[in-house]
């Protein structure tokens, strides 16, 4: 409303396109976000509430919750720690090969995640290369919840390390410096100092990671093994509905999943607006 | 508490960032480090703080803080207070926070109560005169407070060193006045040794006991302010120290010429170059037996406590600097576009040989 008001007491913007650019962009989202979230809720709505809880809460669906959750959550917070530490790699030291391991920091976002479920199944099944080795000491990857985690560990590890590179990189190196000649040990310059700057970035990534794993698919499959009740994740779940042609039923497991996860980027969003007002001078 | 630097020098790369340096600074005074940008004043800074190495060469380098060889002790461990041009504040914590940081991170065992930690900040706080910020954010202060805020940091765990890292440079000219004041105050309260990095010569000539004049990684001269500027040990010295002008030409019989200007000088015959202050310049309606430098004015600039005034003639490759005083200027009437006749009251030669004394000459 404001603007129309600035436009009718004659001072108009400076900067052109304002008009073009906004119309594009929220047709644009209508397209590809907005309308297919409608079409999953007019799905629902041949729904009684009765039948989508019993949907929802049927027990091989709930199990399907553990597991993704569950595996996301470690995939999450093994990619917190190396994409962190990557990230940190990657801005603070200059060694050979920087830009290849840069590059490469893209490849899952690349990669056909099919491609990589592929990969990832036949070197950790038990004849594979690195899963005959594993088998050895007694751990199985391959069709279990840890080759789960592992591919989607590797299909979020992007969210971390390009979250948290730009804050690093921002971060002046004259910080570190001066909590060290203020007496700080590495230690203590790295929790008080510069960890409180990478947070907001590094729960963002991880948030991000973790949302992305939940909804994975095609480079789970191939290594998941698919046992109900044991290592099938949601996304498959509603693959099986499809398959089934029952619509309404794939919907109603994909609504959950929507939620959980625009829930947790709300919070997320809400959470790092209020630390970084604190870092423009607003009141925190 | 004094430091030595004895023989030291650095690289990066194959640039030589520091030649060979060896430097004494006493208890209780205050330095100011002066050059050009790539000089190596904040290398050698830094090797001073402990955030540089100095290069480990066949006569290794020493770094002596009283009797304490520190060369090889780390920054956290030399007990030096340390302000970045930038400030370096911690923007996540508060001014309070910011200020006991270097307390709250001491060893169980040598750090003060919380108590004593809160009365030692606001002692501070009150010193710097930001005791009702405490609460505040960095990020809501402005360059000069944020400049406090970092001096008080780097004090609170009352250093026996304090290195400044070109503390003003950011900050706008009356800002900067008011806080060099106000360091020098704080410096003869405290009584601890300081080290300040500039490329200010007025900064340095203002704010130090000693000035040591850098350029290309070189110690030019060591002197107080006074001593530089009365006798720059060389041209480098001389030039970087305030505006200049030259004169260049060729002597024959004791009369020095460059085109249509000529002056008495008492030098050998030969190519020579004469350097002087726009203070020594004198403006007079006609020449004199011993000098003909015709000029004409170009800009007139009546600020401060005396009038610029630009010169310019065929004979000068540059245009000449002269301050004239307000009560000469009316008394001349000068105006632009004026023709006068320039008369130099003193003025300095460096001959090309860097060991020879400069020869400084008065003219009548």
Redesign the interface.
């Known amino acids: 409303m404001s603007q129309f008001a600035l436009r009718r007491s004659g001072s108009t913007r400076v900067l052109p396109g304002f008009g073009l650019s906004m119309g594009i962009s929220v047709l644009f989202i209508s397209l590809v976000l907005l309308l297919p979230i409608t079409g999953l809720f007019g799905q629902l709505a041949g729904l009684s509430l009765a039948e989508y809880w019993a949907i929802i809460t049927e027990g091989r669906v709930v199990a399907s919750y553990m597991v993704t959750i569950g595996a996301a959550a470690v995939a999450a917070l093994v990619n917190a720690v190396f994409g962190l530490l990557l990230a940190w790699v990657l801005v603070r030291y200059e060694f050979p090969g920087k830009r290849l391991l840069d590059a490469l920091m893209d490849l899952p976002f690349a990669l056909p995640t099919a491609v990589a479920g592929i990969t990832l199944a036949t070197l950790y099944a038990g004849s594979g290369w690195m899963g005959s080795w594993l088998e050895a000491i007694g751990i199985n990857v391959a069709y279990t919840w840890v080759g789960i985690a592992l591919a989607m560990a590797f299909t979020s590890i992007p969210f971390v390390v390009r979250t948290v590179q730009p804050v690093l990189e921002d971060m002046p190196v004259e910080v570190d410096e001066a909590a060290m000649s203020l007496g700080a040990t590495d230690g203590v310059a790295f929790r008080r100092v510069i960890m409180p700057h990478l947070w907001p970035a590094l729960v963002t990534g991880t948030g991000l990671a973790f949302v992305r794993s939940l909804g994975e698919f095609g480079a789970i499959i191939f290594i998941a093994g698919n046992m109900p009740y044991e290592t099938e994740i949601t996304a498959l779940m509603i693959f099986v509905k499809l398959q089934e042609y029952d619509y309404a039923g794939a919907s109603a497991i994909a609504s959950v999943v929507l939620f959980v996860s625009l829930a947790l980027l709300l919070a997320i969003n809400i959470w790092q607006g209020r630390f970084v007002r604190r870092l423009h001078g607003g009141n925190a | 508490m004094s430091i030595r630097l004895d023989n030291i020098a650095k690289h990066f790369g194959n640039t030589q960032a520091l030649e060979p340096i060896s430097l004494d600074i006493n208890e209780g005074e205050l330095v100011g480090l002066l050059g050009p940008s790539g000089s190596g004043k904040t290398t050698l800074l830094r090797i001073i703080?402990g955030?540089e190495n100095a290069d480990r060469t066949a006569q290794p380098g020493k770094i002596l803080f009283g009797e304490r060889d520190v060369t090889h002790v780390?920054?956290?461990?030399r007990r030096?207070?340390?302000v970045?041009q930038?400030y370096?504040?911690?923007?996540?914590?508060s001014v309070y926070d910011n200020v006991a940081?270097?307390l709250t991170?001491?060893s169980r065992k040598h750090r003060p109560s919380s108590g004593e930690i809160r009365a030692r900040v606001y002692r501070l706080l009150e010193m710097v005169k930001l005791e009702s910020f405490a609460n505040r954010?960095p990020?809501?202060l402005s360059g000069g407070q944020q400049q406090r805020v970092?001096l008080a940091?780097?004090l609170?765990?009352e250093p026996e060193v304090l290195l400044l890292d070109e503390p003003f440079g950011a900050l706008d000219a009356k800002v900067r006045q008011e806080l060099r004041r106000w360091l020098r105050h704080l410096h003869d309260e405290l009584n601890f040794t300081s080290v300040f990095v500039t490329h200010d010569q007025e900064e340095a000539l203002e704010l130090s006991d000693r000035v040591v004049v850098m350029s290309n990684g070189r110690i030019e001269q060591i002197d107080t302010p006074d001593a530089l500027y009365r006798s720059p040990a060389n041209r480098f010295v001389f030039e970087f120290l305030g505006d200049v002008n030259h004169l260049e030409g060729k002597v024959n019989n004791a009369v020095l010429t460059c085109g249509d200007a000529h002056l008495h000088v008492d030098l050998p015959d030969g190519h020579e170059e004469l350097l002087l202050r726009p203070h020594e310049v004198r403006l007079t309606q006609a020449p004199t037996a011993e000098s003909h430098l015709p000029v004409t004015i170009t800009a007139i600039s009546p600020v401060g406590a005396e009038v610029r005034v630009e010169l310019e003639a065929d004979w000068l490759a540059q245009p000449w600097l002269a301050t004239v005083r307000h009560t000469d200027f009316e008394h001349l009437e000068l105006q632009r576009g004026q023709r006068l006749y320039a008369h130099p009251r003193h003025w300095r030669r460096f001959p090309e040989s860097v060991s020879k004394a400069p020869e400084q000459r008065h003219v009548a």
């Open positions: 703080a955030l780390h920054v956290r461990d030096i207070g340390f970045f930038n370096a504040l911690f923007r996540h914590m940081f270097g991170v001491l954010y990020a809501q970092s940091r780097a609170a765990v």
